[in-house]
Each structure stands twice: as C-alpha cells, then as structure tokens.
C-alpha cells in the first residue's frame, strides 16, 4: 500500500532543496534549519513505513510514474525499485543523513549561507535517494551525476578559498572519468540486453556463459564508475582533497553514503559481476591494494580529517576486497556498520575541530580529553568500533570479510591483515594524539576549548550507540544466531546462480579472531607508549625522516604524478594546438611566425589580405582531400 | 541516362570557342599592331596631369550603392520582356502576376529613396 | 507556405515602419509576425502539402524544426528590442533581416528541389552576412562580415558545382528523382555523381561550422554582435543541420559507404579542434564559438551513422543546444555590456551581484557540458544513443570524451562567478530577465522530461 507512494521519499528533500534555494537570504537561519531537517525527517519516516511494509510482504516492487526517455524501440520508465537493497541503502541515507543534518544546524551556526548550505545538503539527499531508488541503470546515473554535482557544490562550499574550489575541481574531474565509465558500460548493456531495467537486464542474464567477453568488458566498465565515485586507486586521490568541504558533508557525502555508492551498483549488478571473474579477481586486487596504500599514507598525516579520509578509502578498499570473492552481503555489512563508525568519527573530528576554533593539525592538539568529555568518549567508541574491537560493530563486519578473503586467496588475506594492523595504528595514533597527552596549541584556543552544543553531541550518542551494536546485524555462524543482515538480503541474489554458499570453519574463525584481538592489543600498547606518553613533536623535519615515512607522508607522490604525467601533457597539447590553430593559422600569417608561415604568406599576399586566402585554401584543400577519397575509391575497385 | 563525358563534349566545345576566339584577337592586335612603349605612354592618362600617390584610395561607397541599386532594378525590369511578348496568351492572369510584381519593385523604390539611398548629397 | 507569407509580410512591413517614422511600431509587426507564423506553423502539423509543384514538402519534419527556429528567433527578437535598443539606429531593419533569414531557413526545412537548396542557403547567408556586419563602425564586426561573405561566397560555389554535377548524371533536381535515380543504380554510380555529393557535404559542412570548414567561424562569431552570433549559432545551426538531415536521408543514403568516412573524419575533427581550442581561450566569446564547432561535431554523429533515429535526435540537440546558447550568449552580452570585456575575469563574482543571472548562466553551462537533468545531456544521450544503434562505437567512444573535456572550459566563467568579489552592480530590464529565468525552466524541463519531444518526430 504505502510503496505506492515510494516517490515520497525522494520528493521531501526535492521539496527541502527549493524552498531553502528560493528563500535563502531572506528566512532566518532557524527556519532554515527546520525545512532542511524537517524534510528529511519526513523522507527517513516514510522509509520506515517502507521498511515496514516489507518486512511485512517480502515483495519486491517496481513503482514506475511516468515513460520518461523514448527513442526509438528504447523506453526508459521514471520507475523505482523498492527491495531489501535499497531499503538497507534507504535506511542508512535517510537515518544517518538526518543525525547529520541535525548536527550540522549547530556545526554551521555561524556561517553566512546557512540556508544555502542546506539547500546543497537537501539537493544531495535528494539525488543519492534517486540514486538507489531507481529501477533501472539511466536512473542511477542520474542520481549518480547529481552526487556528484552535490559534492562538487560542498567540496568547495567555502568557494573564497582557491584551494577549496580547485579540490572542488579535482573531484570533479576525477568523478567524470569514472563516470563515463560508468556511461560507456550502460550502453553495453543496452547494445547487449536491449533493455537499461534491472529486471530485464538481470533475468536475461543467465543466458550469458562465464567469462562472457562482453559480460567482462560491461562490468569492467562499471567498475571504472565505481572506482571514481568510490575513491578506489587509481582515481582516490580527490577524497582526501574533498574534505576542504565543511566536516558535515566529509562525514555524510564522503565517509556514510555516497562514497559507498559504487559498492551499491556492484551489489545491485552482482549477477553481472559474478559472470566475470577477470572483473572480479581485478576488484579483489584493487581493494586490497588500495585498503594497504591509503592506510600507509593515513599513517604519517597529520589532519586529522585528512587521517580520516584516507581512513574511508582503506575501509572502501575493504569493502571491494568483499565484493572480489562475491561476498556482496559481507560488503553491504561492512557499508553499514561503516556508515555508522565513520560518520561518528567525522561528526567527532568537526566537534573537536570546533572546540579548536578551526584548527586541524593534530600536532596543535593534545589533551582534549578532559574538556571534551563527551567528544573523547564517542570517538573513542568509534575508533575501537574501526579497529575491530571484540563486540563492537566493526569487529563483526571486518573479521566477516577477512574470513570471505581467506577462504578464497592467503595472500590477499595476509595483505589485508596487515592492513588491519596499519589501520589500528593510524586510529589510535589519532585517538592519543588528539585527546591524550598535554595540549599543545595556542593560549588562545586552550582558552576557547568548550564542549560542543547538544544539538552535536546527541547525533554523537545516538551514532555511538549504533556503532557498539551495529554488530547484531550480523552475528557470525559461530554463535547459531541467524545472520540477520544476510537474511534480509537474500532476495537480491535470486537471479544469481554462481554465488557459492561458504560456511566458514570453526577454527578459522577462531584463529581470525584471535589474530585481531591480539594485534589490536599489541599495536594499542605500541601507539601508547609512543603517541599518548611520549612528547610530540610540533614542527618534525620531515626530510629527516626515513624514506618510508617520507613516501607515506608525501602521500606516494600520486598527486605529482598525475600532475606530471596527465595534467600538464594534456595542458601542453592544448597549448602547442592553441598555438597552432591560433597563433600560427590564424595571427601567425601576418606577424610571420615561422618559415611556413612566411612562405604561405608569401604566395597568398597575390589572393587577398592573407588571413581569408589562407581559410580558403585550407577549405579548399579540405574538399580536395575529400575528393581524392573518392578518386582513390574507384582506383582501387 | 547517358553520363559518358562525350556528351559534354558541345560544352567544352563551346567554351574552347569562347576563350580562343578572346585570346586569339588579344594576341593578335598586339602582335599585327605597331607598338612602340615609352614610359609616357605607359603612364595612366589623367588628362595630361602627372599622376601622385596610390591608386587604390577609398572613394565614396555612395558609387558602389548606386550601381547596385542601378543593377538590382535594371535586371528586375527585364522579366518584363517576356510578359510582354506573351501578354495574350497569359491574360488576366499575366496582369495579376506583374502588378503585384511591379508593386513590389515599386515598393522597393520607394524605400530605397525613403531610406536616403539616392541622396547624393547626404 | 502560410508562415513564409507571413513572415515576409511581417518583415517587410517592418521595413516601411522603419522609414515612416514608426519605428515604435516595428517591434510589435515582428512579434505578432513570429507568432503567428508559430500559430500557422502549427496548424500544418500532420498535414502535409506540398508547395510550387513539388519545389518545397511541409512536412511534420518541417513543422518540428521550424517552431523550434521560430521560437528562438522570437526570443532572440524580444532580447534583442529590449537589450540593444539604445545602441541601435537600424532595428526595424535588422529585425527584418532576422525574419528574412528565418524565411531562408524554413525553406531549408522544406525544399524538395536543389534549387529551393541554393535558394534557402543563399537568403539564409545573406541575412546572416549582412547581420554581422551591422555594426557598421565597429572593425571587427566588418571584418566578421567580409571574412563570412567571402568564405560563404566559396563555399556556395562549391554548392552550386556539386548540384550541376548531379544535375549532369540525373537530368533532374528533384529530390524524388535523384533518389530514383540512386535507388536504381544499386550504389554504383558514376564518379561525378560522387564528386557532385560529396562537393555538396562540403559545402554543408561549411555551413555547420564542422572542421576543416570552420576556419571561419571564430572569428565570425568572436567579431559578430554578441546577440546575433546567438542568433547564428543557434537557429543557423538549426536550419543547416535540418537540410543536411533532409538531403541525405532522402537521397544519398544508398552511397552510405561512399560518403560517411567524410563525415566521420569530420565529426571527429570538429570535436576534437573545437574542444581542444575552447581550452585554451580567455575570452568567453571565443571559447563559445570553438564550443559551437565541438558541437556541430556531435550532431554530425547522428549523421554519420543515418537512420531512423537521425531526425528526432539531431532536432533535440538543437534545441538544447539553441536555449543554451542563447542563455549564454545573452548573459555574456549583459556582462560585457558592463565591464566592457568578454574576458572570463569579467564573470568575477556575478554570483553575489546578480544570482538569477548566475543561476541561469550555471545552467545553462551545464547544459553544454552534457550534465543530466538539463536538456544538454539528453540532447547527447540521444545522438550517442543513434550512433550506436549504428554501430559507431568508437567514434561515440570519443565523443563522450571530448564531453567530458568540455566540463573543464565550460566551469571556468561558472567557477569565476562563484569563487570571486565584484563591487559593481548589474541589472537586468524586465522582460529580459523573465525571459532569461523561462530558458532556465524550460532547460530543467527538457532535462527532466526529455520524453515529450524526443517522441515527436
């Protein structure tokens, strides 16, 4: 009954979005903060009724308003999908975005364009709930390219900052090469299925064999627009940049939802991934290797959101390393308890980062444990939830995908425990670095040290309290209990043969276990003694540093790669054809710039003033061109 | 439908006609013809007056817009020709025809000499 | 054959408003002209008559590109009265010309013989030529005239050899007949029915502003008043594209073979110059009209690969295109009007002092950029969409690049309003304004709604 008005949901913050946009500058900023909250509000309890509603039926249903693209024998519907994909996806949106929303009308209570920055936040709410809500892949990409205009809006929010816009830009940019990824494989899919509707497209499916070349190149393909919307190697280097956008936004767009967007789309393709295990092995690789890289280089930083950001891209990293051996549920886990762990830990970093008057480094910061009692203890949920301490959220999701990945490859299993050591070290070093310890700071800002307004510090323990029993979602095999979240998820997979049913070995899940809580122990005794007892230092010479540390904390040297090897080529050929087309064909006649030029000149300056001659028989020799094709035609025959 | 290059052939024929009869009288009035060059000879004849400066100065557009407007009428005028070689057989209908033909040229006169367009003097 | 008379008549009435001191009275002839020729327009919808013994077919093809070249023309006519009135002597006249060019590119939409070709492109160009020029002190807008004359002259040339060729082998310039002719010869045809083909792509692609043809276009457009070359780019576009659609779908597409390598190589071309150029370019002006060779260079993808598809897609992007365009263009005027420069530097902080017109403009940038829910991205998404059923897949692989190497140019100015300050003030007449905020809508509108008119023709 209530699915029929699915399109409530996505409508409310459409609604948030115009009313914010048209009254901004006039409407106080409390009003402001009510559209924008109370739009969500009603989006998140319409989701409810949703939920409820399914879990009631178990009947997956496609809603389609109106024929929206036609072309031909292609008819795309304005339809959405309701399923337990979506409504884990909803959920996690909906109810996450609006602690965050309600957090951010106290974070941004003193900026200027309060209203404006809700609308932004509404418009993204907006389009990543078409993002999962729609029935077919040509809405996907609609809500796909709107996150990513969102982020772009957020990312450079305080736009009077250059560096600010040019990592607006660079996201930007980045985001589009993934998306036409993203493009390209949709029209495979068209060319290959003739239809763009999950259901058409899944159902036909089967037809395909195993290893199906266009199967490989379609979901190929995909995983380039995954890549960039999710901030996998080599396109994640815009994520950490991102976070120049108000912390709100870095824990909503860029560490809970629409980071995760590209884990959305393998999981609701996953019959196509699973035809492909070249795509798949590929996943598995990249995120592995991009869960170890970013979490060498979270290592040595020493913003705290920065620490953050590469923090989401090693958790990213994870969640593709699930999704490599068909874990798809294990990695919907994962993306969840995530959501909850990270934006905590964002929502946390913004409250310590208010405390501080703006303040990033971490090297300024140091003791805040006693005056932000209530940040340091939320945050020091978080962080344990992230390392994957015993009962805590992440614990359950981590030891999940570590157990998928052993039973399918060791070494990618040994790489990633590794990886879980680095990432307790990097999260605890930021946990000691910030609370522990003495303050470092100005006088100024010990002064200023406050703890934050309620309207933050209650998302903070509502978030906290989700982060320590998210893991009930999915309690392993070992304790007999149903795996709630797996459960739930069980439809999505109906039109997938090759998924094997995998029950983990006792002993191996003891020993992975075992395995994390000891690290844990270990690396937490370690980062102690050398981060929260030890002084640190304010100003460290980096070039006295080892090389490791050197490469880590220059972030690999990928940003001046990309700059080197992409950027400057391209701006060069630009150039050199600016120069050409421009100077020399254009200006260049007259002022004789080159031989070429000269002699060209020469010859014309019988025809006509130099300039039209020279169009002219550049067009002539175009036509000459195109006929000598035709000449070369009939030789040839 | 015969598309061989042979039946061009009158065209080219014709055009080869035109061009050489052209070249052949240029070339022989100036070989038959005496001729005797001197640099005064050579000079542009300006009426006995030495001639100064550049040739191609700018002079008044109002020449070119004269003898565009003179070209426009002129050739207009010469549809009515074959009117009036016809001018039975096409009847009322003829009539019709070139009066709103005729009123559209008239209307056109009329707003060429509106617009200042003959006023030499402006 | 309604709307030509009433458009003429309407022109022409202009004209005599003009020199019997009624000048006020030479707005409103045009306005009440284009509407009801848009009226008379519509009434032929589904009707198809053919007109002068089988010279001109209005067809629903006809009816379809033709409101859409009206109603930006009406548009451009009511910006233009009301924007540049002050600074004109002449305007009866040179609402006038836009009606007769109009008229031009009506019967571009509807000939049926290679004479109304010749004729529709002739009257079309020559209003143009003059329309450039009609800032008679300004150098560079004489410059813009002579140079387009010139070029178009040739390229006319170039026409007219092309149709006598064909002339030559069919013995006719009926469309019906040539396409007779062509069906029968099975695609072997003589070499100067080839020649006689491909002379006329040429000249349409000169036309079009498609690469290695569109060495005249930047600086036309650059040197152009800034509301006709909106005028040039969009409805130009729009006519030219509708014949070179009509020609060859219904003649030439037997000798697909023969002539398609042309177009490919030229779509290519055009993408990659124009957008590669656009790159580079400080002034917003120029920038736009390397973009508007960019793309022509996408339209010709719906060409290059023919077929039933070619028609609704090329007409969508033109009118995406078109409101674009026009929005971009007219929001340039206004700056330039202010700060006296077309520079990218002259957006600094448009954002604060005018946020419709920053809106508006953002809009219509990304537009141009291809982003979906506006009108740009389905206008691309339908071309890429009618060059793969053709099998061009790698041509529209490059396409989709070369879109997405537009995001960067097309950012810079919107990134410009945004991110800086400006103390001057900018204001925005009335109608203008609401004109410019109905582009806006009916770009969204499209964007969400693209359904409406894809599924016309």
Known sequence: MFTQLVWLVPLFPLLGFVINALGFGKWSKTSASIIGIGSVLLSFVSVIFLFMEYSGSGQAQTIKLFDWIVAGDLRIGFSFLVDALTLNMLLIITGIGLLIHIYSSGYMHHDEGFGKFFAYLNLFMFSMLILVLGSNFVMMFIGWEGVGLCSYLLIGYWFKNREYTAAANKAFIMNRIGDLGFLLGIFLIYLHFGSVEYQDVFSSASFFSAGDAAIVAITLLLFVGAMGKSAQIPLYTWLPDAMAGPTPVSALIHAATMVTAGIYMIVRSNVLFSLAPVTLEIILIIGVATAMISAIIALTQNDIKKVLAYSTVSQLGYMFAALGVQAYSTAMFHVTTHAFFKALLFLGAGSVIHAMSGEQNMRFMGGLKKKLPLTYFTMLIGTLAITGFPLLSGFFSKDEILLSVMSHNRIMFILLVITSVLSATYMLRLLFMTFFGQFRGTHEQEHHLHESPPVMTYPLIILAFLSVTGGILGLPHITGVHHVLSDFLQPIFINNTRILPHTPELIAEVAVWILSIATLAVVGHFTYRAYALAETDKHPDISKKSVWYRLSYNKFYVDEIYEKGIVRPVLAISSVLHRWFDQFFIDGIVNGAGQVALLLASILRTVQTGNIGLYVIIMVAGIALTLFIVVFKFLSI | ?122 | MNVLLTLSIAATLALFFGVLRLKNLATPVIVIGLLASLVFNAMEWNNTTSIFNDMMLYNNFTVAFASVGLFITLILVLFYSELSAKHEFHLPEILAIMLFGTVGGIVLLSFRNMVMLFLGIEILSLSYYVLAGIRKQNVYSNEASLKYFLMGAFSSGFLLMGIALIYGVTASLNLNEIAGYVNNAKGIVPPYFLVGVLLILSALLFKVAAAPFHFWTPDVYDGAPTLITALMSSVGKLYSFGAFVLLFNSCFIPLIADWEVILWIAALLSMSVGNITALYQKSVKRMLAYSSIAHAGYMLLALVGINNLTSGSVLFYALAYALASVVSFVVLYIVRDKKGSYDIASFNGLAQKNRMLAVVFTISMLSLTGIPLTAGFFGKFYIFNSALQSGYYWLTAFAVINSFIGAYYYLKPVVAMFASKSDEEITMPALSNSLLILLGILIILIGALPGFISGVI
């Open chain 2, 1 to 122: 439908m015969n598309s061989d290059l042979s039946s061009y052939f009158p065209i080219a024929l014709q055009f080869i006609l035109a061009a050489g009869f052209v070249g052949l009288t240029m070339f022989v009035t100036h070989v038959v013809g005496p001729n005797l060059r001197t640099r005064k000879k050579l000079k542009p004849f300006e009426s006995g007056i030495n001639p100064s400066g550049n040739a191609r100065q700018p002079f008044a557009i109002k020449y070119f817009l004269t003898a565009i407007l003179f070209v426009l009428f002129d050739v207009e005028v010469i549809f009515l020709y074959p009117w009036a070689i016809n001018y039975r057989e096409l009847g009322v209908y003829g009539i019709l025809t070139m009066v709103i033909f005729l009123g559209l040229l008239l209307s056109g006169f009329f707003y060429i000499i509106r617009k200042g367009a003959l006023d030499w003097d402006q």
